[in-house]
């Protein structure tokens, strides 16, 4: 059990409300934080418990902020930890957020839970979350809940959005118009999936150049296409071109790859 279970298993403080799954992901992707003068936000406050469990994991150097659509949450507050009042959903708002918070380190969003929420949490606060920071969505097993404008790959879930951010991180490599590189590609380093939560961390990532060291093991000059084989490759990428396009599996690709090793 890491020290957030622990705390959160002893917690005589304010009342708080986690899945047990979500402490050895919180400590995964947080621990290197730990005693750091960093900045958190968590949308979604409620009676308060959770701000000051982070006030104690992270140390005195720490600046938690909470936001919450609920006014009785501004008496959450003490030392280290402010509060801000309106809508994870309102754009306007959120607008307002990084004026009080500055760069922000972590992002938690343990708001109301709702697709939509989410998304547009995560489309105004990304941009603020510093360099080598971390967004984290929890809760997201909503995506599959009709209530809160989930179902298994029902338009608009947050999880299919985010399924959707794989294809950006993956964009520097992209052949097609319909994915282009965004400020998400340059910036977002890794997507991790886990039952009910979503993680993100940044690391500023120019475009991947590969490189080759080491001496051959083998002699490997490629030998020289004869003018059907020309012909055969011609017709293959044509073909696969028209295939990619339509989004369809491709055709003889190991064929393909086959005559590309040859010049
Ligand atoms: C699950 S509770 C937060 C629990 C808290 N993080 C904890 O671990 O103890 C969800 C909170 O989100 C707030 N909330 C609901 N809709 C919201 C919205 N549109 N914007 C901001 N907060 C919202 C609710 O008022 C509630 O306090």
Same mark, same amino acid.
Request: proline content about 5%; hydrophobic content about 35%.
């Given at each position: ?21 979500? $402490? #050895?992901? +919180?400590? !995964? +992707? ?8 960093? /900045?958190?936000?968590?949308? &979604? ?18 600046? =938690? ?6 006014? !009785?949450?501004? *008496? ?16 306007? %708002?959120?607008? /307002?957020?990084? #004026?009080? *918070? ?8 343990? &708001?109301?839970?709702?697709? #939509? ?26 995506? +599959?809940?009709?209530?809160? &404008? &989930?179902?298994?790959? !029902?338009?608009?879930? $947050?999880?299919?959005? @985010?399924?959707?951010? =794989? ?16 400020? $998400?590609?340059?910036? @977002?380093?890794?997507?991790? $999936? ?26 490997? /000059? ?12 011609? %017709? ?14 491709? %055709? ?12």
């Amino acid at each position: 059990m890491n020290q957030l279970e622990q705390y959160f298993e002893q917690n005589q403080q304010r009342l708080m409300h986690k899945y047990q799954h979500y $402490f #050895d992901i +919180y400590d !995964r +992707y947080f621990s290197r934080f730990r005693n750091k003068p960093i /900045t958190i936000v968590e949308i &979604g406050v409620s009676h308060g418990g959770s701000l000051q469990m982070w006030k104690e994991y992270f140390g005195p150097q720490a600046t =938690i902020w909470g936001i919450d659509i609920d006014p !009785r949450c501004k *008496t959450m507050e003490e030392a280290n930890i402010h509060v801000l009042i309106g809508s994870q959903e309102d754009p306007a %708002f959120l607008k /307002t957020v990084y #004026d009080q *918070t500055g760069p922000i380190d972590i992002l938690i969003d343990d &708001g109301g839970h709702t697709q #939509d929420q989410q998304r547009i949490s995560f489309e105004n606060l990304f941009q603020h979350i510093q360099p080598n920071g971390v967004y984290l969505c929890e809760d997201t097993h909503t995506s +599959y809940w009709n209530i809160y &404008g &989930g179902g298994h790959k !029902r338009q608009g879930s $947050f999880t299919e959005y @985010a399924k959707n951010l =794989i294809d950006l991180i993956n964009a520097h490599h992209s052949e097609q118009a319909s994915l282009q590189v965004t400020e $998400f590609t340059k910036t @977002a380093n890794t997507i991790h $999936f886990y039952d009910s939560v979503i993680v993100i961390e940044k690391t500023p990532r120019p475009a991947p150049k590969p490189k080759m060291t080491g001496k051959p093991s083998f002699d490997a /000059t490629p030998s020289k296409k004869n003018l059907v084989e020309k012909l055969e490759m011609h %017709f293959l990428l044509k073909t696969n071109k028209i295939l990619q396009m339509m989004g369809l599996r491709g %055709f003889a690709i190991n064929r393909m790859i086959d005559l590309c090793s040859k010049n």
